[in-house]
């Protein structure tokens, strides 16, 4: 091999190792970006969990619980008659499901702390199947209930076991079924929830509400007859500083 051509190797190798260098930093440097903007979004994400604040426990016994003749739900300590607390829901709406589960448990210590009257109206918003049979399917049955305790806890199983908006849930041998795990002893439950005994009060409970109270979806949160924004209603500090406020 003559001496040029044996400079020209060593050049061509030294270029495929710079070549190979600069590669590899190339790697360092996207990985440690990487990782940077992981950690950022990471950040930000626990600054975004402790502004909205974690949902509370049930702190104890619950404040008594008393279903109304018109499908209504009230439960409050006896003798508080304010601040108010409306919910209006759907059985079958995700974001009432959300709520639920975000902020219902803040709803039952107020009202367990003597600091509000929370009164529950179920309706049925939804116009489209399979959503509108499932709804009117679980508050049926849920009006076969009358004592408020087993009402509240059925309430509870409902929202637990949601069927996706897509396809029919909410089946009276489902429904029953939840009825037992709420502990529901209701006399002639499952015969009611079969039949769907309530189905035309609830529709026109539900068309009267709508149409009294101005809804435009569900959950609608009003606080002493004004709707709370979903900063207030979704976040449960920010529920709970409304409300005590509204007590003052």
């Known amino acids: ?17 710079e ?27 626990v600054v975004w969990s402790v502004r909205q604040g974690s949902s509370e426990k049930v702190a104890g016994g619950l404040a008594p619980v008393t279903v109304q003749q018109d499908g209504t739900v009230v439960m409050a300590q006896p003798g508080v008659t304010k601040p108010v607390v409306d919910v209006y829901e759907d059985f079958q709406c995700p974001a009432c499901k959300q709520f639920e589960e975000t902020s219902g448990s803040t709803l039952k210590n107020l009202a367990a702390e003597g600091k ?16 509108r049979s499932n709804s009117l399917r679980a508050a049926s049955a849920a009006r076969c209930i009358t004592d408020g305790s087993q009402w509240l806890a059925f309430h509870d199983e409902l929202y ?77 500090s920010a529920l709970r500083d409304a409300v005590e406020s509204a007590a003052r």
Not at 121 to 131: A, C, K, R, S, Y
Request: charged share 20%.
């Open 116 to 131: 509000a009257k929370v009164v529950y109206h179920p309706i049925t918003i939804f116009t489209q199947e399979p959503t």
């Open 1 to 17: 091999m003559s001496k040029r051509t044996s400079e020209a190797a060593r050049a061509r190798i030294a270029a495929q190792r």
């Open 19 to 45: 070549a190979l260098r600069k590669q590899e930093q190339r790697k360092r440097i996207t990985m440690v970006v990487t990782i940077a903007v992981v950690v950022v979004i990471a950040a930000a994400f």
């Open 160 to 236: 637990k076991n949601q069927p996706q908006e897509t396809v029919t849930g909410f089946t009276a041998d489902e429904l029953i079924k939840l009825g037992k795990a709420a502990g529901v002893t209701a006399s002639g439950f499952d015969t009611c929830v079969r039949q769907e005994r309530n189905v035309a009060a609830h529709q026109q409970f539900s068309a009267q509400t709508m149409s009294a109270q101005k809804l435009q979806g569900t959950p609608t949160i009003k606080l002493d007859g004004k709707e709370l924004g979903n900063n207030d209603a979704f976040v449960p």
